[in-house]
């Protein structure tokens, strides 16, 4: 197990090896394996950026994100802007259903609403506003409808996460009840716990997962 120190150091270095990053933007503390990110950046697409990089890194168990965002002349944007530009890069997605998803900007803040039958379309719709010019922030309601009579099979949902080489199954708990799966156990990493969520949310009629896995290098 890696000291505070050690932690640190690598997670700095993992800021600097990121190319989308300015590491000298972002300050790095820890405290018993908890990171704190801080600093200011000019986009939010390096604020998940930084926290992804942070949770690469082995024996990281939380990440505290105090990372403010401030744009430079120029690059802020008025929440009109924003919206138009959002509605425009859903318009030409070949993933997101036309008409489906609604957008609400307030202070240049985008919040996601409506209704779609798989959670990658609902991830895409994320993907294509968050990287937009002057955006801060982004939160996803967008609500998840299954096929009519498709149940989450446990058995289904095990047999994918055997199939990963990433992921250790025999320590998860798969518990189903409807269309919810909650998952409980302990993984090694943020990148196991990140491939367990994946292979559920790829199992048909899945419209709600509760994470209760643990970090446990």
Not at 153 to 174: D, F, G, M, P, Q
Not at 189 to 194: H, K, P, Q, V
């Amino acid at each position: 197990m890696k000291t505070d120190l050690q932690l640190q150091q690598d997670v700095q270095d993992e800021l600097f090896w990121d190319p989308t990053l300015e590491s000298s933007e972002i300050g790095v503390s820890v405290n018993d394996g908890v990171v704190t990110l801080s600093g200011t950046v000019n986009s939010y697409t390096k604020k998940l950026a930084a926290e992804k990089a942070a949770k690469r890194v082995k024996d990281v168990k939380a990440v505290a994100m105090e990372i403010d965002i401030h744009f430079f002349n120029g690059e802020g944007k008025t929440d009109l802007d924003i919206a138009h530009a959002a509605l425009n890069a859903l318009s030409w997605s070949t993933v997101v259903p036309k008409d489906r998803v609604t957008i609400k900007v307030e202070d240049a803040w985008i919040t996601l609403e409506g209704e779609l039958e798989w959670q990658y379309q609902k991830q895409a719709a994320e993907n294509l506003t968050k990287d937009l010019l002057g955006v801060k922030g982004i939160t996803n309601l967008i609500r998840l409808k299954p096929a009519p009579a498709q149940n989450v099979v446990k058995e289904t949902i095990k047999k994918a996460l055997e199939r990963s080489a990433e992921v250790e199954a025999s320590s998860i708990n798969i518990i189903t009840e409807g269309h919810r799966v909650t998952l409980r156990g302990k993984v090694r990493s943020w990148g196991e716990r990140r491939e367990v969520e994946n292979a559920v949310w790829s199992t048909p009629g899945v419209t709600d997962v509760k994470d209760e896995l643990v970090i446990a290098p």
